[in-house]
């Protein structure tokens, strides 16, 4: 486990352009981000867990929610994000992923990009909190130490100020709540979700 020195990012107007918006910088383009979640629907729809509420932690510009209009316009999506910039231009409720709180369980929770951001204890919160909100399935996209080291990811495009943990340490934390049915999709540990044997990672 290893965190980076800097602090987080501001998440304001010129994040966004950065590391979304312009080309020649952003992280990913809306193709790829078409392939991933074509995937994680599919995936879903694989393990026959239905899609009616969904929580995305983090939404940022909020890709997610066209994506899911697109495959289903009936899902109720609720965007919540840190930054003030993206809940003013995009209405979402501003809110930490640690501290958002819901009397709904939902389908599916999103957490992309989201939790490298957040030291250790808030972290160990931001999980136990996407767990709290869990029915159906969650998505997590998480950048590991080992993904810097193995140059997984291209550090042009991707922030350096987030926080740089091991992924046997996230592999612990999650595991404590969830099952890894591989490519970011985990499922609640005791949830509805029947999987083979290994389908398990």
């Known amino acids: 486990m290893s965190p980076t020195p800097s602090g987080p990012s501001s998440f304001d107007r010129e994040f966004f352009d ?22 994680v629907l599919g995936y879903l729809e694989y393990l026959e867990l239905g899609i009616g509420d969904v929580l995305d932690l983090g939404c940022g510009l909020g890709r997610w929610k066209k994506a899911l209009e697109d495959y289903d316009p009936r899902i109720r999506y609720t965007g919540v994000d840190v930054s ?3 809940c003013e231009k995009y209405g979402w409720h501003q809110a930490s992923v640690e501290e958002f709180r819901s009397p709904t369980k939902y389908d599916l929770v999103i957490c992309q990009d989201v939790l490298p951001y957040l030291e250790q204890p808030r ?10 909100h869990c029915a159906g399935a969650a998505y997590l996209q998480v950048i590991t130490l080992e993904d810097w080291n193995n140059d997984v990811c291209d550090p042009k ?13 996230y592999r612990a934390a ?10 970011g999709v985990f499922v609640p540990r005791g949830g509805d979700a029947v999987l083979w044997e290994l389908e398990h990672c």
């Open 18 to 39: 950065r590391f979304y918006r312009r080309r020649a910088t952003r992280a990913s383009g809306p193709d790829e981000f078409r392939r991933l979640s074509r995937f």
């Open 123 to 132: 972290l160990e919160q931001a999980i136990r909190n996407i767990a709290r």
């Open 84 to 86: 003030p910039y993206a």
């Open 157 to 169: 495009r991707t922030d350096r100020t987030m926080h740089r943990f091991d992924a046997a340490w």
């Open 174 to 183: 999650l595991g404590r709540h969830f099952v890894n049915c591989g490519g």
